[in-house]
């Protein structure tokens, strides 16, 4: 029969982890925000949704396509495919296709080169969906199998039923298609924290105020639709995408910033023409005298386990590798955050200290009830893990002693069945 603390164990994963694969979302503060459609504030290291408005709710979001056309380039460059400084010619659909100042404000001529350093630029700074489709055609020959490529992607990550499709443009008609790029906040924030956190060299380019590209009349200087990075506030910006939602009725913003001391995303859609970046400052303003950092201290002894063959009689210490850090409100403190541990068998003397006996551990917040612990650790991915590992050296017993010590346990287990 299973004991009370693996049922325990069971009802609190279901708790934890059930919320980030349903469609009722928490968060970890239950705010409404007047005059925002919706928004999602995320922990980019631990995915924890500090607040969460509408945020499961799809929407077509144009920079969604930018995101993962980065997050693909950057992949092959670092598989070696290409690099940064390589040279891209502009073909005939290209250009053409540069000409319409809807989908791209840098035009550029057929037969131009431009570097995937500068196409990545355009990209980032003015929303160009021309970078989008020359990158296509660079990592898979056509739109068509680059569309394939993304939704691909997003179904690895665990994100199903996207059309994804760059630039909105036919790679072989140059003709603009219907692109749909659908995702809720929530998944566009999937997609963010793959980016940032896989490839953090990308906020070089996201982080630009302005640059020099070239254009088909010249070099020509563009600047960040992101006005947040130039924008005096409590709050230290960065850069990385803003969109305009389908017929223009409204933005996407995308952007990033330090609260508490941690790096979080915020993300903002407006369908009613109101501004995204005051909203991001607004939703800031309402969340952040309400929640502090509360933290599972490294070396935190979690439990005891029995060693075999150990010299020392009694069960072991553990603890934790290391640090693991949440969001919470200032009613919860540090003595309520914790780790789901699952009972750990088999150990073996002889073990050193500080070494790994238990991996990638669930750490979570342990709340008043079944639904505020919910909130607290509402995740968009997996909860926040720590590995478990022995506080001291336990020594082997020698061979007499664990033949003595067999002995024992053999005895011990007759006498067990027999009085069965």
């Known amino acids: 029969m299973p004991t009370v603390k693996k049922i325990m164990l069971t009802f609190l994963t279901l708790i934890i982890v059930l919320p980030s694969v349903t469609t009722a979302h928490a968060a970890v503060l239950d705010e409404k925000i007047d005059g925002i459609s919706s928004a999602l504030v995320v922990d980019l290291k631990t995915g924890q949704v500090i607040l969460d408005q509408d945020g499961g709710t799809r ?13 693909l380039v950057l992949q092959a460059i670092k598989e070696k495919q290409f690099k940064r400084s390589d040279r891209i010619t502009i073909n ?20 131009q080169k431009v570097t995937v350093e500068q196409l990545l630029t355009q990209m980032f700074l003015q929303r160009s969906a021309l970078a989008q489709v020359v990158f296509a055609r660079l990592l898979q020959g056509s739109s068509e199998g680059f569309a394939v490529k993304m939704n691909d992607q997003m179904a690895e990550w665990g994100i199903h039923g996207t059309d994804f499709y760059p630039g909105a443009v036919d790679s072989t008609t140059g003709a603009v298609t219907e692109a749909h790029n659908e995702l809720s906040l929530r998944e566009m924030a999937i997609l963010v924290r793959h980016l940032v956190n896989e ?59 330090t609260l508490h001391g941690r790096k979080v995303a915020v993300l903002v859609a407006n369908d009613d023409g109101g501004s ?58 540090n003595k309520d955050v914790t780790v789901l541990m ?79």
């Open 59 to 71: 929407v077509q979001v144009a920079p969604a396509s930018k995101i993962l056309t980065t997050y």
């Open 92 to 111: 005939a659909q290209e250009a053409a296709f540069s000409n319409d100042t809807v989908h791209t404000p840098i035009p550029l001529k057929e037969g």
């Open 199 to 257: 490839f953090p060299e990308v906020m070089k380019i996201a982080n630009l105020v302005k640059a020099e590209v070239p254009s088909a009349n010249g070099p020509i200087t563009i600047e960040n639709q992101n006005e947040l990075l130039t924008r005096k506030t409590d709050y230290k910006f960065e850069g990385l995408a803003v969109g305009i939602m389908p017929n223009n009725t409204g933005m996407i913003l995308d952007t990033i910033t």
């Open 276 to 333: 995204v970046f005051d909203s991001a400052v607004n939703i800031l303003n309402a969340i952040n005298d309400k929640i502090h950092v509360v933290t599972l201290p490294a070396h935190k002894a979690v439990g005891k386990i029995s060693v075999q063959n150990a010299i020392k009689a009694g069960k072991q210490t553990i603890e934790t590798q290391v640090a693991t850090s949440l969001f919470a409100p200032w009613a919860i403190t």
């Open 342 to 420: 699952r009972p750990i068998l088999n150990l073996s003397a002889p073990l050193t200290a500080g070494e790994a006996v238990d991996r990638n551990e669930m750490v979570y917040i342990q709340g008043k009830n079944s639904t505020e612990t919910k909130n607290l650790n509402d995740n968009i991915e997996d909860p926040p893990r720590v590995s478990l590992v022995m506080r001291n050296n336990v020594k082997r017993v020698n061979s007499i002693m664990m033949f003595w010590q067999s002995i024992q346990n053999w005895f011990g287990n007759s006498e067990d069945a027999e009085g069965k």
